[in-house]
């Protein structure tokens, strides 16, 4: 099993239910919780060290630029807060709602998503290294021009998903469920199960361009 490196946070963080997240803000050693943020946060360029976000709500927020080192976010709906350009270290999303989140040109590394709704998420021409995704939902998610490295999909649902010229030096996803999914003539040194092997043989098929004769 691949093991990302944990989050390094403190025991003892600073307990705060509001908070006024400007552009280039920095937050050390916070935890915010059951905190519903309001109107939608625009604001470029936080910095967050060693903070717990627990039943956070920041739906539809522009956060473009965010960085996260020792950061792990719990419950909460983060659906479609644009995270573009953003670097996530050491970082855990533990049952968050992700639908339609843009994480477009982001950098991952060491970072686990655990029961996490990530439909329609954007995940274009980010960077993946040491990533565990782990009992999460991906339907019609875009992952296309993504690089891989160390990275797991385990019990994950993959349907309709993207992955058109990804470049992998290790991915597996032998222990999901994956249908209708697109990109696999990007995908060497991915791990299939023998299973996978025949439920996308005909949309490898199809993306190279052989005609299947009826019998």
Known sequence: TMNPKKPNISTELEAMTVIDLQEEAELVGLE????????????????????????????????????????IAERGDMSVVN????TFIRSEFISIRLT???????????????SCKLN????????????LFVDCEI???DFSGSSFELVVFENCT??????????????????????????WLSMKNVTISPVQLIEISPLIAQEIGLQIRDI
């Open 139 to 141: 339907s019609e998610a």
């Open 83 to 86: 995270y573009s350009n953003s």
């Open 32 to 71: 915010l919780y059951d905190a519903v943020l309001g109107n939608p946060i625009h604001a470029q360029n936080i910095n967050v060290s060693g903070c717990k976000f627990n039943n956070v709500d920041i739906y539809e927020s522009r956060l473009q630029k965010f960085r996260a080192n020792d950061f």
């Open 120 to 131: 329609m998420a954007n995940f274009r021409y980010s960077k993946f290294k040491r990533v």
């Open 158 to 183: 993959i349907e309709k998903v993207r992955f058109e010229q990804c470049t992998v030096k290790s991915l597996d996803v032998s222990e999901s469920q994956i249908s209708d999914t697109f990109g």
């Open 100 to 114: 339609g989140t843009n994480f477009t040109q982001t950098t991952f590394l060491d970072v686990v998503f655990s």
